[in-house]
C-alpha cells in the first residue's frame, strides 16, 4: 500500500467558526487584504462576521470586491496591485471559487512579479502573502486546495497556477453563509463538488485514504440529489453539501482533475456555462467511456451514489441541470482541440485519446 497525504491548511468547519476563531486573524498580519465577489459576501453575512472579528482584535483592512465569475488575469494583477499600494500583508478570500481563486493569485502576485506565461509555469521564489478562505459556495473546494484557476485569453481556455504556496494557511467553512444560495447555483455546485471526488477517484494519483475522503463526500452528494431535484435545501442538506465540497477539495488537492475538467473548460470559456454544470453535462459520458476498460471502478462509483446503472446516474443528472445548451459539431471539434492540450488530460487511469474525447462531447449533447 502506498499512501501520501499532505494539507498545510488548518480547516475548521463549524458552525460560527469565524467568531470563534477571531484570535486567528491576529496572527495571520496587521492589514488584511479582502477579496470578495460584488455582492454575495454583503448579503450573506460573511464580510460582516470577517470585519466584525477583525475589528474585536484590532486587525486593519481594505476591501477589494471587484471580483466577476471565472475570474481574468487582469482582475488579479488590478487585486494584487491594490494590496500593495494598501500595504496589506495577508489576504482574506470570501466567496465562491472565484474570489478564493482570484485571492490566491493576488497574494502570489502582491509579492512576485511575473509575467503572463510565469504565471502559469509553477517556477516561483517563496514569497506569497499568508491566505485565509472563506467558501460561501459548496463545490469548488478551493479553501483546500493549491490551485488558482483563472481565465487564459492566450490559451482561449482556463489554466491553473498549481503550486503548494498558495495553500490557504487557515480555511473557515461555515455552511450558513450558503443558506441563500439560489438552487441554481447549489445545484451547479454540488456537482462540481461530485465531479471532484468521483474524478479524483479515477485519477492517476488516489491512493486508498484519499480513496475514504472521497467516498464519503460522494456519498454525502448523492444523497442530497432528491433534496436537490426538489428544492427543498434545508440546514442539514446545506451542511452535508458544504463538508461533501471541502473533502472534494482535499481529494483533488492529492490528485488533481481529470479529462471532465478539462472538457469542461471550453464549455465556460465559449459558452459561459457555469464551472460545475459543464462538469455535470460531460460526467455520464464519462462514466460511458471509463466503464469500456474499467467497469469495476464505475460499478464502484455508482454502488457509492446508491444508483443502479449510468442511465440512472445520467437520468438523474439531466433532471437536475434541465435543457442543455445548443452546441455544434463544428466547435465540439474546437473545444477537442483545446482540451487534449491540458495537462488533467492525462492524469486519468483510463486516458481519452482526441477521437473519445470529439465522442464524449457530442454524447453528452445529444
Ligand atoms: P463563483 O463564480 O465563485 O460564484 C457564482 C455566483 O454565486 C456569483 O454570482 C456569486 O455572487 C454567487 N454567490 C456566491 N456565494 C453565494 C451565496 N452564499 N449566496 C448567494 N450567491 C452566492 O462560483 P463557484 O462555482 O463557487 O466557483 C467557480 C470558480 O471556481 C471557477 O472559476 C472554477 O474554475 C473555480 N474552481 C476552482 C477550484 C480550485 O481548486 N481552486 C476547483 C474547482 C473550481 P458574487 O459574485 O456577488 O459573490
Ligand atoms: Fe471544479
Redesign the pocket.
Known sequence: MSVSFFLPTKVLLDEDCVKKNAALFKIMGKKALIV??????R??G?LQDVTDALAFVGVDYVLYDK?????TIARVRDGAAFAKANGADFVIGI???????AA?AMALLACQDLSDDELFAGRYSPDVLPIVLL???A????EV?Q???L?NDKAQS?T?IATPLIFPKIAMVDAK??H???LK?TI??AI?ALS?SIEGMLAIKANSLIDLLATDSIAKIAQSFDKLLSGNVDAACRANLIYASTLG?MV??HTG?TAV?SMG?SL?YFHHI???RANGLLLAAFFNFVEKQNPAVISRLLDIMGLPSITAFKNILDRLLGEKEKITAEEFKKFTGISILAKNIANCTVVPTQEDIYNMYVESFS
Open positions: 470578495t465577489g460584488r455582492h454575495s459576501a448579503e450573506n460573511s471580483v466577476e465569475s471565472n475570474p466567496g465562491g471559487g472565484s474570489p478564493m481563486d490566491k467558501p460561501t459556495t463545490g469548488t473546494g478551493s486546495t490551485y488558482s484557476i481565465t482556463k491553473s453563509y450558503t441563500d444560495l439560489p447555483t451547479n455546485t462540481d471532484h477539495g483533488i488537492a482533475t475538467h473548460y465556460t457555469d464551472h460545475g
